[in-house]
């Protein structure tokens, strides 16, 4: 059982950064493939990134590439989301998830065995 908790997550006006962080109670966290994940109200829930387990793969939505940066630290059992120049359309309630089906980084969400409970960001115009 992994247990993730995510935070970081608040309200800021658009352009500013947030950095998301998850931690994650697995002993053996450095096997897990993570993801972030997004909702936002009266939408489907929709990839955001996600890390192999070394870090040596890394994929994001089209909608975040060149903006968000995910990363990792297998020695603190951590993951991150920054996020720069921030848009309203990211708001969103985010979350964290560990896979332990898939040694690549996937957008699928039916790969991923556990999820956080999420931390909520709000972007004002």
């Known amino acids: 059982q992994v247990q993730l908790v995510e935070s970081g997550g608040g309200l800021v006006q658009a352009g500013y950064s947030l950095r998301l962080s998850c931690a994650a109670s697995?002993?053996?966290?450095?096997?897990?493939?993570m993801g972030w994940f997004r909702q936002a109200p009266r939408k489907e829930r929709e990839f955001v990134a996600a890390?192999?387990?070394?870090?040596?793969?890394?994929w994001y939505a089209d909608s975040v590439k060149g903006r968000f940066t995910v990363s990792r630290d297998n020695a603190k059992n951590m993951v991150y989301l920054q996020m720069n120049s921030l848009k309203p359309e990211d708001t969103a309630v985010y979350y964290c998830?560990?896979?332990?089906?898939?040694?690549?980084?996937?957008?699928?969400?039916?790969?991923?065995?556990?999820w956080g409970q999420g931390t909520q960001v709000t972007v004002s115009s």
């Open positions: 998830a560990a896979s332990s089906k898939y040694a690549y980084a996937s957008a699928r969400h039916d790969l991923y065995d556990y």
């Open positions: 697995a002993r053996t966290f450095s096997s897990y493939t």
């Open positions: 890390i192999s387990w070394r870090g040596g793969n890394i």
